[in-house]
Structure formats: C-alpha cells, structure tokens
C-alpha cells in the first residue's frame, strides 16, 4: 500500500470511529442513573414544583430516540445546543478563556513533564543500576503514585499558607493590574503551584516509559555492534538507540498532548482552576447533557485526530509499518 | 520532505537531544543542590516577612464553591445564583433569622377573610441601581412576565395570581385564583426585574431565556431598543449605568454588581440609594471561588477571604479552633437527614414494624460519637429553625430495642425457626434492603450501624451505598426502595408539608415517595391551606406533624452544623439556622480596623529589597559549592 492509500484508509476510518463514538456517548449519558433537574434537590431555596416545570423546559419529556435524531442533526450543522444550567451556547462555554486556561496549565506541565521525563530516562538508562538511576526512580515512582490532590494541597499548604509564597486558587488576583504585563505576572503567580503539582505527577510517567525503552534498544545486538565498533556512546545512544526507541515514545507523547484537551480535573479543582476539567466535572454532576455531549465530542476529535497523526507519523517515519497493515 | 531530509533533521535533533543528556550528567547533581541551598535559604529568610496580602479592610470577601451558573435572573436554580442574587435584588420580605418572612420592601400587608385579595403597600424610597425610581408596576410587571415565561425558580410563587392591580406607586392588590394561604413566603421570596429594562427583552430575544446581562454584545442590543422606545430620562440613566458598569444587570439590593471574572470572583460594590439607610456596612463585596472545601478553609485562615460559604471539613475543625484569628461557629444546617421508608413494601406497610426501626435507632451515637458531636439529633417533622411551627407534643422515639422488640412481637413478626431472624406472618425472613449514598461515609456509616442495631431486634437490614442519582431515581422515580437514607429541606418546612405527604403526590417524581396514604392527612393538607388565621392553622399543622409522628413515613434522624468559619475581625455576624453566612450578615457585616492594602507585585518587591543582602550572600555559596563540587568530580 502506498503512503498516500494508507493516509486515505485512516482517515475514513477515523471519521467512521468517530460517528459511532458520538452515538455511543449519547445513549452514554443517558443510561446514567438520574436526570438533570435532580441539581434542584440540592438548592434550598427552590420550591418542590420547580422541578417538574424544569424538567417540561428542558425537553427531558420527548422520546430518546426524537432527542438523537435531533442532536445528530445539529451535530452535523454545527450546533451544540444550549447548556442546561450555564444558559448560554455550549460552544461558548467550552472555547471561551477555559480552553486556554487548561491548555496554558495542563500544556505547559505536560511539555515540561515530557522532557524532563524523556531526558532523564535516557540518562538512567545510560548509568543503569547506578546510584543516579536509583535516585531518579525513587524519585518518579514516589510521585507517579502520589495522589494529585494529596500533592496540591500540601503544596498549598506549605507555599501558599505557611509561607504565603502563593495565592491559594484562580487564575489572577482580584486587584490585578489593567496592563498586560502586570496580568501576565500574576498569572504565572497563580499558575506556578499547580504547574509544579501536575509536572511533578505526570514526570514519573515518561521517564518510566523512556528508560524501560532505552534500556531494551541498549542491550540490542546491534548496540554491542555499534560499541564494537569504538564509536563513542554519544554516538551510540544517538545514533542507535533514541532512532529506535522513537517509536513507542511518540505513541505516548501524542496521547498524553491529546490528554491537555481533557484538563485536569483534581487538580484543577483543589486551585479553583477554571478550566475544562472542571467544566467536565461539573457537567457530569449537573446531568447538562448539551454540554456533556460537546465536550465529549471535542475530546473525541482530538484523541482520534491524535492517534491518526501518530498512525501517519509511524508510517513516515517507519515504512514496516504501512506495509504490514494493508 | 524527502528520507535523506528527515534523517538529517532528526539526526541533528537526536545530537543536541544527546549532548544535553552528557551536560545535564555533569551538572545534574550541582543543579539540584543550588536550587536546593537557593529555594531553602531563600524561604527561612522570607519567612517573618510575608504578610498575606489582603484587600482593603472596607471590603468583605467571601469564598464561594462555586461560580454563578446563569448571568441571568429568570435562572436561579442552583444555590451558586442564588447568592449573587440575594444582595443584588431585592423582595418584599426577606427571611428573618427565626425562619420567618420580615417586611422588607413591603410596608404592611393584608389579606380578604377568604384569602382570594392580598394587598401590599411597599416603602417609598428604593430606586434600582440605575438610580429610576421603584413603584409597585415594577412588581406588577414581574409578575406577568413570571406568569408568561413560567421560570422554574418564581412561577411557582406566583401561579395563583389571576389578576393585578396596581392601586398607586407603592400599593399593589394582588387577585388570586385560589386561596393561598402562603401567599407572604412566596411573594416575599421572589425576585423582583426593573420594568423599564425587562419590558424590552423579549424585543431583543423571544426567548428572554437566552439574554445574558452581562454579555457586551446582548447589552449593546436591549440598549438600543430601550433608546428607541423608553423615555429619554429613562435611557439617560440606563446609559449612564451601563457606561460605568458595563452591564444590564440591574436590580433593587443592597451591592451593585461591579465586576465580575467569570469563573473567578464577582465583584460588588455598596448601593449608596440603598433604601434601608446604613446599610450595607462595608463598601465592597467580593465573592471568590474557591472550589474545594479545604481551600476556603486554606482561604480563610491564611486571610485571603474573611468568610467561607461552605462547611469546614471535619478533619480541620480541631485546627481551625485552635487558631485565635478565627472564629468556627456551629448553626444548623436547614437540610435534615432522615430515613424514609416505603410504607407500600410488605414489611414495612406495618406501622408497628416502622415504629420498631424508628426505636431501634441511636441518633445520640450517631450525632456524637460519628459525627464528632457536629450535629444534633432531629425528632421533629418540621425543622426545629421554625420554632413557630414546631409541635411540641409529639412522640419522640428514643432509642430503645426492648420496645422496638415487643412492637415486632405485636405486629406478628417472631423468630419461628430460630434462626435470629423473625419471620413474617406469611413465613419470610424479615430482610430488608437501605439505600445509603456513597458519596457521603457518614451516611454510608449509619448504613452499617442500623444493620448491627436492626440485627439486634431481628432484623436483617443490608446496606446498599449507591451514587446520589441512581438514590434519587431508585426512590423518587422508580419507587424501587425499602429504606434510605438522604439529607432534605424541603418537606420539614411548615408550608410545604402539606404539598410532600398527601397521597396524590404518590407518583413517579413525585414528592412523596414513601407511599403514605392518610385520608386524614390529607383532609388537614387541604384545611391548613385554605386556613388564612394563623394560629388556627398552627393547630393544623401541629395535628398534620402528630399523624406523621404516628406513622412514621420517614424517620429525622440529624441536622448538622454547618460551619462557616470566619476571621476573627470581622464583627456583625448573624447566627441563623443555614449558617453565619447570610444576608443578614451580608449587611451588617464590617471591621474593627483599617488594614493596608497590598498587592503582588508590592509583597514581593518588599520582601526581595528587605532580605538583599542575605540573598546575594546565599547565591554566592551556592554558586562556590557547585564549582567545588564540580572540580573535585573533574579531578576524579
């Protein structure tokens, strides 16, 4: 199969995926236990008849299989609706200053987290079994397992209350500046603590993945060559080992920059960091099926536009791979 | 690009990638041991020099949970708008720390001997934030756009209003449909839009639902057709308040909605018109999100916001009384939990059996060994807060399992085959099945404790923890439930009683989901609601409370603390059933003294100029030690 078959192929097929992923999230959310007006039993100060009037409002009472018929519909045109609760188009909630809220956070922690996780694998598995690899897997183990929520709130309590380095939550502070410069700072104030939080966690991840494929492209035969050989290691691990071990690692890379499009709710909750993870969270908990299924449908895209740039790179970069799947 | 290409590019990146890794080798260990000597010498010099920059000390900032969900008014149902729209607009009575309604913009009331007629006169000095007078038309007009939009949050106070009539400026005669006794609490509770914004709307929106006041573009809009058809004085002041603050959010309250950063934090500032002079005490309210409970707790101890909207958490209420800044009241929480109970299951349609469970239940353990004594035992059918409405003669259940015994005994239920579960009449184990939510561990706790005290009187009770909805659907749609046990407001408020336990509300969704079926009670229902003298119909009320002593529907079991806590400094607060957070406290809330005024950018330039010297000191060891170190590794 040529390249250009293959890079067709995958994209029929992504688009077929990601019709029956919708349809599936759409019966999804509604299968789940409960209805979106059950949210009024936790207001006090709202009247028992409130729910029944709501429940006429908001379309709950027309047949499923009318409401998929109809979000299908605006689906394919675009439209996702009216949020249940937010009042306002569900595409204005979702790409508004909460994408890039989650995207600044969760991309910048992400990026740092893959290279510091990438590079210090590599280096634990040149000196393997040394006191430095040792230290570095102590090191990503403890957080990799440490809850997120554990870790933020020590933080929080260690840097924002204790020693009052950092504010305790938001994005900017209430008597921030009106110059951009001013606003700039203040959010990097705000955003340090809970960066440092999710590179931390997600560190542990990468360079576990790094090291374990280094670690087997160096003891491949071709490395006791290449070594035989008196190349330097620079070379060796250059030129040998990382072009080979790019394969597994761009598989994990891309799905983790897809990830940044899902937030990250714990942690963006305990630093009231409002952004799409808790814009998620809340969906689910409300039952605000308009946004629900915009949100799900954009994490969808993106995961599935993340795996299909993943599938054409691996062909790119390695022909086996077209080859072997047609 | 062609194959050579990408092999040159990738080639090159893998090279700097590997040189980076060789370097970071050699300094990796010198890097962390600087930034380590850097970050710690740093921190214990700052220390003593960091105060927790806070606003000024004329404003109040609370932590809220969570952001208002809708900009807009005819929405308010969650309790996240409510708040905003508590001390931005105004209504006629306002619910007073006894739980009863208190004249607020309303002067005086009356009602028709048959309850159809209710007139109220209202002050005469409230004008909206855009400074135009408010009349009663203004109520009048609210009333018939509740009445055609029907907004889930009011249309259900105004339903009965057939006709208004506007008497003059501040006198309204409200004809109703039917009589309705409740006619104060439910008025008084609604919200009342300006005429001279809101009659516009729908000319801009036919669904007046998609309007947000605070949307530049939707603002722009109703703006426009209010300079074409208002009088101009009117679109003068409209203007001018738009202008300033940007928005259409207009109401009658004592804050003027000032700033907002959505998601974030709401900013108000004090209505000087205000019609209660005086009032409100501090010249800013700021509402910040916080959305976890442990870091408003962080908040308010660390003195970012003076008081937090949502309870501390149990764990750090020790510390938090061990902090002499602040202050950690306990007022009862308005939701009591109870235990309900299908009294259309075959076991539990025997009120004896009720009863027995009822005596088989110990709320002291429960309220002090596991709920650390933050709560405290409920026995009344109506929230204890409403004093007034409380009977005080009905049958308490104590906890008791030799009573609870001899009841099973009298309804028949005996262990036949010894087994130490009785069996029914009819020969079945008495097994029964609650529904706890798994969300909460106290009442997943309460769960386990009523299996061991049910075992006790030969009961075998199963706990069930299940997810707040799957609960709510079991229960109140499916009616698919023996036992469960959930936290409510609504049914232990004394005028909605009448509207949860009568039969005809026995209906998928319905408000009464346990089934109790009580012609008497129903009798009562309907009486006490068309009862306009009020302590004729306290006495109804107190026969309604009596008859579900009686028979035992549901169970009260406990009302928590809800506990706010609060920095010590800000004095008038209010202590009311709901919380120290209120509008009461909203009011009246303000400080001893004045604070300074800090931002970022100033606490750290301070802390940075005052600790120079020891900085640059710290800096220069650090930076000797890793050449040190560096050396010597060389040497090796």
């Known amino acids: 199969m040529s390249l250009k078959e293959y890079v067709l192929r995958r994209s029929l097929e992504t688009i077929a995926t990601f019709f029956i992923l919708i349809t599936i999230g759409f019966f999804l959310f509604r299968v789940m236990p409960g209805d979106p007006t059950a949210i009024l039993l936790l207001n006090p100060h709202i009247t028992p008849e409130a729910r029944e009037i709501l429940r006429r409002q908001l379309g709950l009472n027309k047949p499923l299989h009318i409401q998929y018929f109809y979000y299908i519909k605006n689906f394919i045109m675009g439209e996702f609706g009216y949020s249940f609760y937010g009042g306002r188009p569900v595409i204005k909630l979702i790409f508004s200053y909460r994408l890039i809220n989650t995207i600044v956070l969760v991309g910048s922690s992400t990026i740092l987290a893959i290279i510091f996780g990438v590079l210090l694998g590599a280096l634990a598995a040149l000196r393997r079994t040394s006191r430095l690899d040792i230290l570095l897997l102590v090191f990503s183990l403890t957080f990799n397992s440490m809850p997120s929520f554990w870790l933020s709130m020590l933080l929080l309590l260690i840097f924002g209350v204790y020693f009052g380095l950092f504010p305790l939550g938001g994005t900017v502070s209430i008597n921030v500046g009106n110059d951009i410069i001013s606003y700039i700072m203040d959010y990097l104030w705000h955003i340090t603590l809970p960066v440092i939080v999710l590179t931390l966690i997600q560190i542990g991840y990468n360079f576990l993945i790094a090291r374990t494929v280094l670690i087997d492209v160096l003891t491949e035969n071709f490395i006791l060559t290449a070594r035989a050989k008196g190349l330097p290691e620079r070379l060796v691990l250059l030129r040998h080992a990382l072009k080979n071990a790019m394969l597994p690692l761009i598989t994990i890379i891309a799905l983790q920059l897809a990830g940044i499009f899902t937030g990250a709710m714990i942690t963006e909750t305990v630093f009231s960091w409002d952004g799409l993870g808790t814009l998620l969270y809340e969906a689910v908990d409300m039952r605000d099926y308009p946004l629900l299924q915009g949100l799900y449908a954009i994490i969808t895209i993106v995961f599935l536009i993340a795996n299909y740039v993943t599938d054409i790179l691996y062909a790119f970069i390695d022909p086996r791979v077209r080859y072997g799947s047609g | ?636």
């Open chain 2, 1 to 636: 690009m062609s194959y050579r290409k990408t092999y040159k590019v990738s080639y090159e990146i893998s090279n700097s990638l590997g040189r980076l890794i060789e370097k970071l080798e050699d300094w990796l260990p010198g890097a962390v041991l600087l930034l380590l000597i850097l970050s710690t010498t740093s921190i214990l010099l700052l220390l003593p020099n960091i105060n927790a920059s806070t606003e000024s000390k004329q404003t109040l900032i609370v932590a809220m949970i969570k952001y208002i969900k809708n900009p807009n008014p005819l929405k308010q149902e969650t309790w996240y708008d409510w708040w905003l729209n508590l001390v931005t607009y105004d209504y006629l009575f306002r619910i007073d720390t006894n739980l009863e309604p208190k004249p607020w913009l309303c002067k005086s009331f009356k009602a028709s001997s048959d309850g159809l007629t209710w007139t109220f006169v209202t002050v005469k000095n409230a004008t909206w934030h855009d400074g135009v007078p408010f009349t009663v038309r203004d109520l009048a007009f609210s009333i018939e756009f509740f009445k055609k939009y029907q907004p889930s949050a009011w249309y259900p106070n105004i339903m009965y209003i057939d006709k208004v009539e506007v008497v003059n400026d501040y006198t309204v005669r409200l004809h109703l449909n039917k009589t309705f006794v409740w006619m104060v609490r439910r008025i008084g509770d609604t919200i009342i839009l300006p005429e001279h914004i809101w009659r516009y709307v729908p000319e801009v929106f036919e669904d007046p639902y998609k309007f947000n006041p605070l949307d530049k573009d939707d603002v722009s809009k109703v703006l426009a057709v209010i300079k074409e058809k208002a009088p101009s004085d009117i679109y003068t002041k409209v203007k001018a308040f738009v202008d300033k603050y940007g928005h259409l959010r207009i109401g009658l309250g004592p804050f003027i909605l000032t700033g907002w950063k959505e998601g974030e934090f709401i900013e108000m500032s004090k209505n000087p018109n205000y019609f209660r002079k005086g009032y409100p005490k501090v010249s800013k309210l700021i509402y910040k999100v916080y959305k976890d409970p442990q870091a408003q707790y962080l908040a308010v101890k660390k003195g970012e916001v003076h008081i937090m909207v949502w309870t501390l958490p149990y764990a750090v209420i020790e510390e938090a009384e061990s902090d002499e800044n602040l202050v950690v009241p306990k007022d009862p929480d308005v939701y009591v939990g109870f235990i309900g109970l299908n009294t259309k299951d075959p076991i539990l349609n025997n009120k004896l059996v009720r009863k027995a469970i009822a005596h088989a239940i110990n709320k002291t353990e429960i309220v002090e060994t596991l709920m650390l004594g933050l709560a405290m035992p409920a026995n009344t059918y109506i929230h204890p807060g409403y004093s007034k409405w409380v009977a005080k003669d009905i049958p308490i259940y104590e906890f008791n399992l030799t009573k609870a015994t001899q009841l099973l005994d009298m309804a028949g239920f005996k262990d036949i085959d010894g087994d130490g579960i009785r069996e029914t009449p009819e020969g079945n184990d008495v097994s029964l099945e609650i529904l706890t939510p798994s969300y909460d561990p106290v009442r997943v706790r309460i769960g386990d404790l009523m299996v061991e005290w049910l075992s006790k009187i030969g009961i075998k009770l199963s706990n069930k923890p299940v997810d707040f909805d799957t609960l709510v659907d079991e229960v109140s749609n499916k009616h698919n439930f023996q036992l469960y046990i959930i936290e409510s407001a609504g049914n232990f408020e004394p005028w909605f009683l009448a509207t949860y336990y009568v039969s005809s509300q026995y209906k998928p969704g319905g408000r009464n989901p346990w089934g109790f079926t009580n012609a008497t009670f129903n009798e009562l229902a309907e009486l006490s609601d068309a009862t306009i003298d009020e302590s004729e119909r306290r006495e109804l009320i107190a026969r309604m409370q009596r008859i579900l002593a009686n028979e035992v529907p549901i169970i009260p079991v406990y009302i928590r603390y809800w506990i706010q806590a609060y920095r010590k400094d800000l004095k008038g607060v209010v202590s009311m059933p709901g919380g120290a957070l209120n509008f009461w406290t909203l009011i009246n809330a303000h400080f001893v003294e004045e604070g300074k005024e800090q931002t970022m950018g100033q606490s750290i330039l301070s802390i940075l100029s005052s600790n120079l010297v020891p900085i640059i000191a710290a800096v220069i060891a650090a930076i000797v030690i890793v050449i040190v170190l560096k050396r010597r590794s060389k040497m090796v």
